[in-house]
């Protein structure tokens, strides 16, 4: 849940954020830009997380009345090597804003932090990571939050899908680019495994008012609604298509045994203005290009 440090929002002298150049980076600052707030924007090309003396360099950019956006992250993390690469990444945005303190910081994490559960997942459950990329997560949570003693927030997003995805990963993000591009869509199995799946823009608006509230704590940024992939399927053959759609083998069981649900009840609470898109909706929107 929220803790909103200021009752009407205001953007800060500064928004500095850390992955601008990324997806979800990008996002964000173009959203805090649009309500004409002053960004920042800190990548690669500026500085390396993985060079020596990255905390130093970020931490000189940092001003104490500044709001950090922490991004950055070489994500999924799908093997151990990966996971430390990231460790080191996690150091050197943790000594940074450990150093500069601004006056505010949000963490964009994810909702790997969390077990499996048949049951809604919220805010309040037991954050029990079982994958590498959970455990990065989970310990970019720890460290910042050890790090830095000033109002912090964690926005934990679920799948994210988007017109500049650059993962082309299983979902909406590769069934839409094959079915632009007159292609079959590939299911595995009968594509019968539901989650939950947020548009990077409602991600972006979510972080935003996070920042112009200066708003501690976590928020998972869901929509409360499980859709299977065969249903992401045909809304993708029917915006781009038609397409045909084709089972494939599964190799392996159902990632989270085929259904991870979410409870967004605390984003109505956080924010009671702020409608979630649907993927239906979402998806539609990508296609028209918005």
């Not at 996971?83 to 963490?107: F, W």
């Not at 990963?169 to 591009?181: D, E, H, M, Q, V």
């Not at 548009?199 to 112009?212: F, H, K, Q, S, T």
Request: glycine share 10%.
């Amino acid at each position: 849940m929220l803790d909103h440090g200021l009752s009407a929002p205001a953007a800060p002298d500064r928004t500095v954020i850390v992955g601008a150049g990324g997806f979800v980076g990008g996002a964000i600052a173009r959203n805090l830009e649009g309500r004409g707030a002053a960004v920042l924007r800190v990548g690669r090309g500026d500085v390396d997380l993985m060079e020596s003396g990255a905390a130093e360099a970020l931490a000189g950019m940092i001003r104490p009345t500044d709001a950090v956006v922490l991004v950055s992250a070489m994500a999924p993390v799908k093997n151990l090597s990966m996971l430390r690469d990231n460790v080191q990444m996690i150091e050197a945005m943790a000594q940074a804003i450990g150093k500069a303190q601004p006056a505010y910081v949000l963490n964009i994490g994810s909702d790997a932090v969390f077990a499996d559960s048949p049951e809604p997942l919220h805010e309040g459950s037991s954050r029990a990571a079982e994958s590498f990329h959970g455990i990065m997560h989970l310990t970019r949570e720890v460290a910042f939050a050890d790090a830095y003693p000033g109002p912090l927030g964690t926005l934990r997003p679920t799948l994210i899908y988007g017109a500049d995805d650059p993962h082309n990963g299983y979902g909406p993000n590769r069934f839409r680019r094959l079915a632009a591009s007159g292609e079959p869509v590939k299911l595995f199995g009968q594509g019968e495994e539901r989650r939950d799946h947020v548009w990077v823009e409602d991600v972006a608006e979510l972080a935003a008012r996070m920042v112009m509230y200066r708003s501690a704590g976590s928020l998972n940024a869901v929509t409360g609604q499980v859709i299977s992939f065969n249903e992401l399927a045909q809304i993708c053959s029917r915006l781009h298509g038609p397409v045909p759609i084709e089972s494939l083998p599964r190799s392996g069981p159902m990632p989270h045994d085929g259904y991870r649900p979410f409870d967004a009840s605390a984003i109505t609470i956080a924010f009671p203005d702020m409608t979630m898109t649907s993927p239906e909706q979402g998806l539609e929107k990508v296609a028209h290009g918005a």
